[in-house]
């Protein structure tokens, strides 16, 4: 069973950075893909990033050139560093990974608010 805690979230300006952080309880080495989704009240969480075992990093449209996701297999964490928040990047955002096994986990969740 692997955990993922969620940290880095809070207030910020719009324009300002925010660096969340996911650390798995486990080895990450087993886990087909890594990510991050989001979500806001009365919305589907959608895909923000992910890296997949050979290294591929997918980005959505809406924070390609301002999200950059990396992970640290050492320390069995995945990054997701912010830059140029906006407003509507407010949500509260999820850590997931997918095992080879295909078995999906979440982390609890972490907010994230931009104030225009």
């Known amino acids: 069973q692997v955990q993922l805690v969620e940290s880095g979230g809070g207030l910020v300006q719009a324009g300002g950075s925010l660096r969340l952080s996911c650390a798995a309880s486990?080895?990450?080495?087993?886990?087909?893909?890594m990510g991050w989704y989001r979500q806001t009240p009365g919305k589907q969480r959608e895909s923000v990033a992910h890296i997949n075992s050979g290294g591929r990093i997918y980005y959505a449209d809406s924070v390609k050139g301002r999200f950059t996701l990396s992970r640290d297999m050492a320390k069995n964490t995945v990054y997701l560093q912010m830059n140029s928040l906006k407003p509507e990047d407010t949500a509260v955002y999820y850590c997931n990974a997918i095992s080879d096994s295909f078995n999906a986990y979440w982390g609890q969740g972490t907010q994230v608010t931009v104030s225009s």
């Open positions: 486990g080895s990450i080495f087993s886990m087909n893909v």
